[in-house]
Protein backbone atom coordinates (compact mmCIF):
# COMPACT_ATOMS: atom_id res chain seq x y z
CA UNK A 1 0.00 0.00 0.00
CA UNK A 2 1.16 3.08 -0.83
CA UNK A 3 1.77 6.08 2.29
CA UNK A 4 -0.39 8.78 2.50
CA UNK A 5 2.82 10.66 2.01
CA UNK A 6 3.66 9.47 -1.74
CA UNK A 7 -0.11 9.83 -2.76
CA UNK A 8 -0.27 13.61 -1.39
CA UNK A 9 2.84 14.23 -3.57
CA UNK A 10 1.21 12.12 -6.97
CA UNK A 11 -2.20 14.00 -6.32
CA UNK A 12 -0.13 17.12 -6.22
CA UNK A 13 1.92 16.52 -8.70
CA UNK A 14 -1.12 15.50 -11.45
CA UNK A 15 -3.13 18.60 -10.35
CA UNK A 16 -0.50 20.75 -11.29
CA UNK A 17 0.09 19.27 -14.95
CA UNK A 18 -3.38 19.37 -15.85
CA UNK A 19 -3.09 23.18 -14.38
CA UNK A 20 -0.50 23.86 -17.08
CA UNK A 21 -2.25 21.75 -19.76
CA UNK A 22 -5.31 23.71 -19.33
CA UNK A 23 -3.21 27.23 -19.25
CA UNK A 24 -1.34 26.07 -22.63
CA UNK A 25 -4.39 25.05 -24.22
CA UNK A 26 -5.99 28.15 -23.24
CA UNK A 27 -3.40 30.29 -24.55
CA UNK A 28 -3.26 28.80 -27.63
CA UNK A 29 -7.13 29.01 -27.80
CA UNK A 30 -7.09 32.84 -27.14
CA UNK A 31 -4.93 33.34 -30.23
CA UNK A 32 -6.66 31.33 -32.14
CA UNK A 33 -3.35 30.27 -34.08
CA UNK A 34 -2.79 26.51 -35.44
CA UNK A 35 0.68 25.05 -36.18
CA UNK A 36 0.49 23.94 -39.84
CA UNK A 37 4.34 22.30 -39.13
CA UNK A 38 6.02 20.97 -36.50
CA UNK A 39 9.48 20.87 -37.67
CA UNK A 40 9.30 16.87 -37.04
CA UNK A 41 7.29 15.30 -39.62
CA UNK A 42 5.21 16.26 -42.94
CA UNK A 43 2.45 14.89 -41.17
CA UNK A 44 -0.83 17.12 -42.97
CA UNK A 45 1.27 17.66 -46.42
CA UNK A 46 1.62 16.07 -49.47
CA UNK A 47 5.00 16.15 -51.55
CA UNK A 48 4.76 17.09 -55.02
CA UNK A 49 7.27 17.25 -57.59
CA UNK A 50 11.38 16.61 -57.23
CA UNK A 51 12.20 19.00 -54.67
CA UNK A 52 14.07 17.64 -51.47
CA UNK A 53 12.51 18.29 -47.82
CA UNK A 54 14.61 17.76 -45.05
CA UNK A 55 12.84 17.93 -41.80
CA UNK A 56 14.32 18.67 -38.22
CA UNK A 57 15.51 20.57 -35.49
CA UNK A 58 11.96 22.22 -35.35
CA UNK A 59 12.42 23.32 -39.02
CA UNK A 60 11.09 22.08 -42.84
CA UNK A 61 13.47 22.98 -45.10
CA UNK A 62 13.67 22.45 -49.36
CA UNK A 63 17.08 22.51 -51.33
CA UNK A 64 16.71 21.59 -54.39
CA UNK A 65 14.41 22.22 -56.90
CA UNK A 66 11.44 21.92 -57.98
CA UNK A 67 8.02 21.03 -56.22
CA UNK A 68 5.67 21.40 -53.69
CA UNK A 69 4.69 20.95 -50.19
CA UNK A 70 0.42 21.29 -49.88
CA UNK A 71 -1.50 20.95 -47.38
CA UNK A 72 -4.02 17.94 -47.42
CA UNK A 73 -6.60 20.64 -46.02
CA UNK A 74 -8.58 23.40 -47.85
CA UNK A 75 -8.50 26.84 -46.39
CA UNK A 76 -11.27 29.75 -47.11
CA UNK A 77 -10.16 32.74 -45.16
CA UNK A 78 -7.23 33.30 -43.29
CA UNK A 79 -4.38 34.91 -41.16
CA UNK A 80 -1.40 33.05 -42.04
CA UNK A 81 2.05 33.80 -39.81
CA UNK A 82 5.42 32.46 -41.53
CA UNK A 83 9.16 32.39 -40.17
CA UNK A 84 11.36 31.68 -43.25
CA UNK A 85 15.14 31.69 -44.17
CA UNK A 86 16.05 32.06 -47.49
CA UNK A 87 19.44 32.56 -49.75
CA UNK A 88 19.78 35.53 -51.75
CA UNK A 89 18.84 33.27 -54.96
CA UNK A 90 16.64 31.37 -53.50
CA UNK A 91 13.22 30.97 -55.55
CA UNK A 92 10.46 29.91 -53.11
CA UNK A 93 7.05 30.87 -52.66
CA UNK A 94 3.76 30.45 -50.20
CA UNK A 95 0.73 29.76 -52.67
CA UNK A 96 -2.63 30.33 -51.10
CA UNK A 97 -6.33 29.13 -52.40
CA UNK A 98 -4.17 26.47 -54.35
CA UNK A 99 -6.98 25.10 -57.04
CA UNK A 100 -5.13 22.13 -58.40
CA UNK A 101 -2.68 20.19 -55.58
CA UNK A 102 -1.22 18.16 -58.02
CA UNK A 103 -0.35 21.26 -60.66
CA UNK A 104 0.19 24.19 -58.34
CA UNK A 105 1.25 27.77 -59.99
CA UNK A 106 0.90 31.22 -59.98
CA UNK A 107 -1.98 30.78 -62.57
CA UNK A 108 -4.48 28.33 -60.41
CA UNK A 109 -3.40 29.64 -57.03
CA UNK A 110 -2.12 33.27 -55.02
CA UNK A 111 1.62 33.09 -54.72
CA UNK A 112 3.08 35.52 -52.52
CA UNK A 113 6.47 35.22 -53.66
CA UNK A 114 10.09 34.53 -51.55
CA UNK A 115 12.56 35.79 -55.04
CA UNK A 116 14.87 38.52 -54.39
CA UNK A 117 16.48 38.21 -57.77
CA UNK A 118 12.98 37.47 -59.26
CA UNK A 119 13.81 39.44 -63.13
CA UNK A 120 10.66 41.95 -62.76
CA UNK A 121 11.20 43.68 -59.03
CA UNK A 122 7.65 44.60 -58.95
CA UNK A 123 6.57 40.57 -58.20
CA UNK A 124 9.81 39.97 -56.02
CA UNK A 125 9.86 38.79 -52.91
CA UNK A 126 6.74 40.14 -50.38
CA UNK A 127 4.49 40.39 -53.45
CA UNK A 128 1.23 38.38 -54.77
CA UNK A 129 2.30 37.12 -58.30
CA UNK A 130 0.08 38.83 -61.15
CA UNK A 131 -1.79 40.30 -58.80
CA UNK A 132 0.05 42.81 -56.40
CA UNK A 133 3.18 44.63 -57.19
CA UNK A 134 5.44 45.06 -53.69
CA UNK A 135 5.75 48.32 -52.39
CA UNK A 136 8.81 49.01 -51.10
CA UNK A 137 10.42 46.21 -52.77
CA UNK A 138 11.89 43.91 -49.63
CA UNK A 139 15.25 41.77 -49.57
CA UNK A 140 14.85 38.82 -47.55
CA UNK A 141 18.47 36.82 -48.63
CA UNK A 142 20.59 35.01 -45.45
CA UNK A 143 18.22 36.04 -42.73
CA UNK A 144 15.26 34.95 -40.79
CA UNK A 145 11.90 36.80 -41.92
CA UNK A 146 8.26 36.85 -40.93
CA UNK A 147 5.43 37.14 -42.98
CA UNK A 148 2.18 37.78 -42.38
CA UNK A 149 -0.47 36.97 -45.10
CA UNK A 150 -4.43 37.43 -44.86
CA UNK A 151 -7.22 36.38 -47.38
CA UNK A 152 -10.69 37.63 -46.35
CA UNK A 153 -12.94 37.51 -49.37
CA UNK A 154 -11.20 39.03 -52.45
CA UNK A 155 -9.30 41.08 -49.69
CA UNK A 156 -5.63 40.19 -49.40
CA UNK A 157 -2.63 41.62 -47.85
CA UNK A 158 0.82 40.83 -46.94
CA UNK A 159 3.77 41.96 -44.34
CA UNK A 160 7.16 41.15 -44.05
CA UNK A 161 8.94 41.94 -41.13
CA UNK A 162 6.04 44.19 -39.53
CA UNK A 163 6.12 46.25 -42.88
CA UNK A 164 3.45 46.22 -45.34
CA UNK A 165 4.18 44.85 -48.88
CA UNK A 166 0.84 44.59 -50.39
CA UNK A 167 -1.98 46.43 -48.03
CA UNK A 168 -5.27 46.20 -50.06
CA UNK A 169 -5.29 43.70 -52.73
CA UNK A 170 -8.41 42.40 -54.25
CA UNK A 171 -8.90 39.62 -56.43
CA UNK A 172 -11.84 36.92 -56.08
CA UNK A 173 -10.86 34.20 -58.57
CA UNK A 174 -9.58 31.89 -56.00
CA UNK A 175 -11.86 31.76 -52.70
CA UNK A 176 -10.73 28.57 -51.25
CA UNK A 177 -7.89 25.40 -51.37
CA UNK A 178 -5.12 24.27 -49.56
CA UNK A 179 -2.10 25.83 -49.10
CA UNK A 180 1.56 24.96 -51.06
CA UNK A 181 5.23 25.82 -49.74
CA UNK A 182 7.77 25.77 -52.88
CA UNK A 183 11.22 24.97 -53.85
CA UNK A 184 12.38 26.01 -57.28
CA UNK A 185 15.72 27.41 -56.30
CA UNK A 186 18.25 28.14 -53.66
CA UNK A 187 17.70 27.05 -49.85
CA UNK A 188 14.62 27.74 -48.24
CA UNK A 189 13.55 27.03 -44.34
CA UNK A 190 10.65 27.65 -42.85
CA UNK A 191 10.36 27.19 -38.65
CA UNK A 192 6.78 28.64 -38.06
CA UNK A 193 3.83 28.33 -40.09
CA UNK A 194 0.45 29.22 -38.37
CA UNK A 195 -2.88 29.62 -39.23
CA UNK A 196 -6.02 31.36 -37.54
CA UNK A 197 -9.22 31.38 -39.57
CA UNK A 198 -11.54 34.36 -39.78
Known amino acids: MMPTTLKQVLAIAFSLTIALFSINT ?19 WNIIGSANWVIGKGI ?36 IRCQDPNKVTAGNAYEINIWDTRPGQEYS ?28 GPQLKVMMNGVLTVSDARDSKFSEGPIALQSAGGIIKFRKLQIKPI
Do not use: C
Not at 127 to 150: C, F, L, Q, S, Y
Open 60 to 95: VEGNKPSGFLVSNKSYRNFIIRAEFWAESDTNSGIF
Open 26 to 44: HAQAQDGYTDLIDGISLDG
Open 125 to 152: TGAIVDIAKVNPIHKAGGRWNTMEITAN
